[in-house]
């Protein structure tokens, strides 16, 4: 994909790696917009990046993402790259009383978003690529968040078979597999330790620079190129 004057939708721009995102494609002189369900949240990131556009909208919500899309193919018909990056991420175990309705929510905003939303662009005759965000966990899964391990193993098969299908139509399709990073997901604290998501757009530019549609930082590169013996070691490592 070229990497500047493109319109690019980025679901959950406005915080994490979507910001930091956000941040890299407009350095690109992009036009970007990014969408996201806390109205505080987007005026930051509007607040710190000017020319950002925002939108706000609820993707758990099938009717929301109906509005989103047409939102965007009449205020920017220009739109030609679509990022589903948006994603929640639960810790929890199948024994909780509150597991069932805590794994919808990560259904519908993990996998039944992105899937709708690529339905609906499909239909925008400018869209050229589409960048999907899935996880190391994709490849081995960590038992403390085992329907986002599962959503994202989803979508990483998910992405094959898209790519395989989009080609007659020369529309590009990158997955972006990121290890753990230091961001909120999953809850305020948890990933502290692990690197910075400016360390990981680095390395994921410089792989887009390069043409590869396989983005991969750290562990997910190791985990993307393992045999079945390094993903048992990977498993037994993180679920002690």
């Not at 930051?44 to 000017?50: G, I, K, R």
């Not at 790259?81 to 948006?86: D, E, K, P, R, T």
């Not at 530019?205 to 930082?217: I, N, P, V």
Request: hydrophobic residues 40%; proline residues 5%.
């Amino acid at each position: 994909m070229q990497l500047s004057n493109n319109t690019i939708l980025i679901t959950g721009g406005a915080t994490g790696i979507g910001l930091g995102l956000t941040r890299r494609f407009i350095q690109h002189k992009n036009t970007v917009i990014v969408c996201g369900r806390r109205e505080d949240v987007l005026k930051d990131a509007a607040a710190e990046l000017p020319g950002l556009i925002t939108k706000k909208c609820d993707l758990e919500d099938p009717a929301e993402r109906e509005a989103l899309y047409a939102w965007v193919t009449k205020e920017h018909p220009g739109l030609n790259i679509l990022v589903n990056n948006a994603g929640i991420q639960n810790w929890m175990n199948i024994t909780d009383k509150d597991f069932y309705s805590r794994a919808r929510q990560e259904i519908a905003i993990n996998i039944e978003a992105p899937l709708h939303l690529t339905s609906l662009f499909l239909q925008h005759q400018p869209l050229t690529t589409v960048m999907n965000v899935t996880s190391g966990l994709s490849f081995v899964p960590v038992s403390k968040a085992p329907v986002y391990s599962a959503t994202k193993a989803f979508f990483h098969s998910f992405n094959l078979s898209l790519r395989h299908s989009l080609k007659a139509r020369n529309i590009e399709v990158i997955e972006i597999i990121p290890p753990a990073l230091n961001t909120d997901l999953g809850a305020k604290g948890i990933h502290d330790s692990f690197p910075p998501v400016s360390d990981f757009i680095e390395a994921i530019f410089t792989q887009l620079q390069a043409g590869m549609t396989e983005l991969t930082f750290g562990f997910s590169e190791a985990m993307t190129k393992a045999g079945p013996a390094e993903l048992q070691a990977a498993f037994t490592r993180l679920n002690p």
